[in-house]
């Protein structure tokens, strides 16, 4: 009732409004947890295959005939395919359906895991590494954008994100650690085998949690943009992975890099003309794609790398057993899950892309501090510098992602995904071969160590302020 008072109006109580709905919980239902158990464990899965195989070259190659010079192509095999096909297999997936994609790549996945494990030749063992890298390409973009398509945008995804991203990381530092663990023990079949069952777990549990997700309208596959770019990632991934082994003056290099450079401005102009394309040129246009791609590839590209040189530095250097090598990056991997279990809140505060370009320059920093290493003692310097650059290096990870697939509708989480996962694999494929190799070729292995964390710690610095000047004007 109004109260009425000398030289004021009569007036109406003003209307009840009604309440505001509640903020949706950013806790995980039990539904929840099991999909995210399943995409993070097909995403841990072939983090471990990009190393898991590395302690185990020379056994493996001593066992079935392959040459010193083969050996590169054990990596090679995988990396061809599983960085040259994601953007095609992200696109089919929104259209024709994730989960189906889902389900066919963890098949293939285990299937050529199985036959790498029985390899009788270096044929038959190439050929299953192979495959499993085009397992790899449908599983890591399907897995993705099954997870921004199930979790929606914000406290959720921002969890979710986080949580696979310290997944994928520390399924490469523990791909390191038990390969080593598994050669000495049950020989390098074992590894492969050990990614075989893993592959049998995930596809048992798949089907029973993960529910179909497709875009609404089906428009036809932009056919000449698939093949410009996936001949083009391919060439380009051929020609810097043999040129770190033998140098950019071979023929087939130089072969390679034009047909790669070529194929790639063809599919530009491709997509500009295209009804349907497979990238679409104003996506790629945007800051936050541009600049979050650009914090994924380095962040993956030198982190990959100084783990890499780390490995060798502990033990050729400093003479420590692989068992205590394993410690260092055991340690490192405890820490880069508390960053995971941290860096959502930090993303919450003071946003994701702020956070990348935090986590890129004290990435940065924390490497260039191993620049303090000696050739008699560096043990715990090693330690704590490479676990906080590991914990900066997680939240650059899930920032990015973030970053580049926050505003995207449904329709194009897959396209958006399958560039950062792109990103992703390329920067895993090479970081290593380019830089890796530095460290055995320049001088003696402590000074090319020195060089490889100078460069990475530069790359990583320049990077951050890039970022931070495109995100800022974006």
Known sequence: MAIETPGTPVTSAPPRLPAPAPAPPARLS???????????????????????????????????????????????AFALPSGGFLLLFGRIADLYGRRRLFLAGLT????????????????????????????????????????????????LRDRALGISGTLLSLGFTVGMVAGGVLTDTLGWRSTMGLLTVASVVVLVLAPKVLEESRT???????????????????????????????????????VALVLGVGLLAAFVVVESRAAAPLVSLPMLRRRTVAFGNL???????????????????????????????????????VL?????????????????????????????LFIGALLGLGTDAGVWLATAAVSLASMCHLGAIIAYGLTVTSGVPNEEQGLA????????????????PLLGVLAT????????VRTVVAIAAAVLLAAGAAVAAGLRRG
Request: glycine content about 14%; overall charge neutral.
């Open 30 to 76: 039990g539904r929840a947890r099991l999909v995210l158990f399943v995409l993070c464990a097909a995403q841990f899965m072939v983090a471990l295959d990009f190393s898991v195989l590395n302690v185990a070259l020379p056994v493996l190659g001593a066992d079935l005939g392959l040459s010193t010079s083969g050996l590169q192509w054990a990596v090679t």
């Open 108 to 155: 293939l996945f285990g299937a050529s895991s199985l036959l790498a494990t029985l390899a009788w030749d270096p044929a038959s063992f190439l050929a299953g590494r192979a495959l499993q890298g085009l397992g790899a390409a449908v599983i890591v973009p399907t897995g993705m954008s099954l997870l921004t398509t199930t979790f929606p945008e914000g406290p």
């Open 216 to 254: 609404p309208d089906r428009p036809r596959l932009d056919v000449p943009g698939a093949v410009a770019v996936t001949g083009g990632l391919l060439a380009l991934i051929y020609a810097l992975t043999t040129a770190a082994e033998h140098g950019f003056g071979r023929a087939d290099v130089l």
């Open 295 to 333: 914090g994924g590839l380095v962040t993956f590209s030198m982190m990959s790398t100084v783990v890499f040189v780390l490995t060798l530095y502990l033990q050729e250097v400093l003479g420590l057993s692989p068992f205590a090598t394993g410690l260092v990056f055991g340690v490192q991997g």
């Open 336 to 364: 880069s899950v508390v960053a995971g279990m941290y860096a959502p809140r930090l993303i919450g505060r003071i946003g994701a892309r702020r956070t990348l370009v935090v986590s890129l320059l004290g990435q940065g």
């Open 417 to 432: 995904t399958g560039l950062v996962t792109t990103t992703q694999q390329v920067g895993l494929t090479v970081g290593i």
């Open 441 to 448: 070729t320049q001088g003696g292995l402590f000074d090319g």
